[in-house]
């Protein structure tokens, strides 16, 4: 009843230390198919399709299910489905979009990765950041949570206002405990009234936790009934003082943007490029490579994506208005 879809097993789910050991570990198909299919299904084999266990191998990488007899792949039914690019330049991306403090271009996953597109490079790394996107999201902060709203890319950054520079209001929260940053969220909002901070606040900081913020007079609304919150005593320091551990966090985020990505990201795709940064910033004191083997089994778990989504073109539903 268990498949491998692979004729060779991975050693174990011990991940690589080093970009030199990823390299020379997972530079060919075979293994990484293993180490995905591990991760996939930790169990043994279960039809994505069907939920059923049992299934026979057609060739390498590629089994029939017994029960509904549809082809399956380790990709079947996640973000990576119908990719073109080679698992090892999946693997390739995942571990140098996961670096500490770093991030990647889709022209260096391209070069790093031997991938010959540049535009399959570029759909590889959104694919790649919608799946950690969702895994950003799906998980809310809590306890102590400083908040502010930034102008993301303000033209004192240096740089020739295009792309989000100077354009986008975003709200970033970020976790504190013991006067140490843990794990950071940001929203796009589309201004800074109380209702588009409570947006913010609902998807991203459990109720009950605490807020604290500066004097902004959006805060106790947004706040009330919610979360609790505190402001930061800014009088005494003599005009608007940033709550704590955010502006370092923005200097980063701005950096990243700016060194990265020449600050020319689309405001449509800004809120994956924020998740991105946000998944990077929480697992930066990890053991190596944990990071990396989180992006690939948020990979394993994030559904498949179209072309629309993926060019962030997709138009929300209509809600059903509140009665
Ligand atoms: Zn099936």
């Known amino acids: 009843m268990l498949l491998a879809l692979a004729d060779t097993p991975a050693a174990g789910l011990t991940p690589p230390q080093s970009w030199a050991e990823l390299v020379e570990a997972y530079s060919v198909e075979t293994p990484c198919l293993a180490l995905l299919a591990q991760l996939r299904w930790p169990n043994g084999f279960v039809c994505p399709l069907c939920g059923r266990a049992s299934a026979t191998n057609l060739r390498e990488g590629v089994a029939r299910c017994l029960n509904c007899r549809r082809r399956v792949t380790v990709t079947t039914g996640t973000v990576m489905h119908g990719t073109k690019a080679p698992l090892s330049a999946w ?6 979009a996961t670096e500490p403090g770093r991030g990647v271009s889709a022209r260096e996953v391209q070069q790093r990765a031997s991938i010959y597109s540049y535009q399959t490079a570029w759909m590889l790394l959104h694919r790649l950041r919608l799946a950690l996107s969702a895994t950003v999201q799906a998980t809310k ?49 589309p201004d800074a009234a109380p209702s588009s901070l409570r947006g913010f606040f609902r998807r991203c900081i ?17 706040c009330a009934g919610l979360t609790g919150h505190r402001v930061v005593d800014d009088a005494a320091a003599g005009g608007r003082v940033c709550p704590p551990g955010v502006a370092p ?12 990505h020449q600050a020319s990201v689309g405001v449509k795709h800004l809120q994956r490029y924020l998740d991105e940064f946000a998944f990077r910033f929480d697992h930066r004191d990890d053991p190596p490579g944990q990071a990396f083997m989180a992006a690939l089994a948020a990979l394993m778990a994030a559904p498949p994506a179209s072309y629309q989504e993926l060019m962030g073109d997709v138009v929300a539903p209509p809600q059903k208005p509140d009665r």
């Open 91 to 96: 693997l390739a991306a995942a571990w140098l």
């Open 141 to 189: 902060l809590s306890g102590e949570v400083s908040v502010d709203e930034v102008l993301l890319g303000r033209r004192s950054a240096g740089v020739p206002g295009r792309g989000v520079l100077g354009q986008r209001l975003v709200a970033v929260a970020v976790e504190m405990s013991h006067g140490e940053p843990g794990r950071v969220r940001f929203g796009l909002l």
């Open 206 to 222: 459990e109720a009950g936790s605490v807020v604290v913020s500066d004097t902004w007079a959006a805060y106790p609304p947004a």
């Open 249 to 260: 966090i923005v200097r980063q985020l701005n950096e990243w943007l700016v060194r990265t």
